[in-house]
């Protein structure tokens, strides 16, 4: 069976060679499909602040730049989602802006149409109007001219026969139709050409109020499609970070799988340590001592009530993709204050242990009929020595991040009966 180091070997190995998938440009999408989209990108947030808060507490056996790399890499990936929701958004607002604009462009064109059909017909009519009154005029000269009197009574004294008078009368009656109708057309035309006016000024006036929205409208698609542009661009620059990152922790892997190896390696020494600690105390006979009502261990930290930010137990790596047991709890104690021993004992020792940092170990000797101890991990440095002995309460260090890579200051606290780990809670009275 391969051993534990080995399949985390494997497992990093996998993880940090996988591609990142690059998210490629918005496609045009309708409101609802948009609408999908938000809500996922929602959701792939929540889930890369998850990733984060598990990275936060899974990241102490790495050291230095490597640490720095992963986080940065969760990081990078957690801007990802938000940064194609903003190209969604860009550029739905450009296709929406634009097809605005061709709307308004069509119904501004088929306004510019009617204006021209409008513009064409007033002049006809105007052209015919034209004509109509110089007919009428021509009518009133050619009358004036030739003295004619197309009254009835002057066509019945003029006739000297009765085919005079048919012939008369008909002339008459023929002049007048014409120049009865002449005047029909002339009014016609005037009324045509009225309303045409009318309907000339309300198109024109149309025209302008389009040619305005057309120009807001065209100016506003091409904000939208700067926006979707520098949306594209930046997504672009992000996907590339993600991409670099990656291939650094792949470059980086032998470094990578070396503090893995470390961290290993000192938590077995550090079992080695108890176990020997325990042969001589059983060699020495030591017996069980007695213990109150109620916790086995004060509160040490500063805080009160403490305050857990990191529970013990199998917990998610989002960088090697692997399980790793967590084996005390994290108490909240900011960079500098004071650390307690949490009960009477001996210092074993105050060194610095990889993935560790700064420990102090402390043996509380047989609780119940089994070994106690505990230690107080990633101190910025420690003001007991090995051999020591201190009492519950007593000052033994100040709290720090040293040892790995952490979010920030932290206790890490852990508990070992007859040389394992357990869970701290019960012990401390949570």
């Not at 009765?162 to 057309?185: K, N």
């Not at 672009?236 to 922790?249: G, K």
């Not at 009502?293 to 004060?298: D, E, K, L, R």
């Not at 967590?326 to 993935?355: I, K, N, P």
Request: charged share 15%; hydrophobic share 45%.
């Amino acid at each position: 069976m391969p051993s534990p180091l080995a399949r985390t070997r494997r497992a990093f190995v996998a993880a940090v060679v996988a591609a990142v998938t690059l998210l490629g440009a918005a496609t045009p999408a309708g409101a609802d499909d948009l609408d999908n989209r938000r809500k996922a990108t929602q959701d792939a947030i929540n889930a890369n602040q998850q990733k984060q808060a598990q990275l936060q507490d899974a990241v102490e056996e790495l050291q230095g730049s490597i640490a720095d790399a992963g986080a940065q890499l969760v990081q990078l990936q957690g801007q990802l989602p938000a940064a194609q929701q903003a190209v969604d958004t860009a550029t739905a607002s450009y296709q929406s802006a634009q097809r605005e604009a061709d709307l308004i462009a069509a119904r501004l064109a088929d306004a510019e149409q009617q204006e021209t059909q409008l513009t064409d017909t007033i002049a006809t009519d105007t052209a015919k109007a034209d004509q109509v009154r110089a007919t009428i005029a021509q009518i009133g000269r050619e009358a004036y001219r030739n003295g004619a009197d197309v009254s009835g009574l002057a066509v019945v004294l003029a006739a000297k026969s009765p085919e005079d008078f048919v012939e008369g009368y008909a002339q008459m009656s023929a002049a007048l139709r014409s120049q009865t109708q002449s005047l029909s057309s002339l009014q016609t035309l005037a009324a045509q050409n009225k309303a045409a006016q009318n309907r000339l000024s309300a198109v024109k006036d149309k025209i302008t109020d389009l040619k305005a929205q057309a120009d807001a409208k065209v100016a506003e698609a091409a904000t939208a499609k700067k926006a979707a542009a520098d949306a594209k661009a930046q997504l672009d620059a992000l996907t590339a970070q993600v991409s670099a990152q990656q291939t650094s922790l792949e470059a980086q892997k032998a470094d990578i799988e070396a503090q893995l190896a470390a961290a290993d390696a000192a938590s077995d020494q550090l079992k080695n340590d108890l176990a020997a600690i325990i042969a001589q105390q059983q060699a020495a006979g030591k017996p069980a001592s007695a213990i109150v009502s109620g916790a086995v261990f004060g509160n040490p930290t500063v805080h009160a009530p403490m305050v857990v930010t990191s529970e013990y137990g199998m917990r998610w790596q989002p960088i090697l993709h692997i399980y790793r047991l967590h084996a005390g709890l994290d108490l909240r104690s900011y960079c500098g204050e004071e650390v307690y021993a949490g009960r009477a004992g001996t210092v074993q020792w105050a060194m610095f242990r990889s993935g560790y940092g700064n420990q102090v170990m402390i043996d509380h000797g047989w609780v119940n009929g089994a070994s106690t101890m505990s230690s107080y991990s990633h101190l910025t440095r420690a003001v007991v020595s090995a051999g020591q002995q201190v009492q519950a309460g007593q000052l033994v260090g100040y709290a720090g991040a040293t040892g790995g890579i952490s979010t920030g200051c932290h206790l890490h606290f852990e508990v070992y009966i007859n040389g394992s780990t357990v869970n701290p809670r019960p012990y401390l009275g949570l």
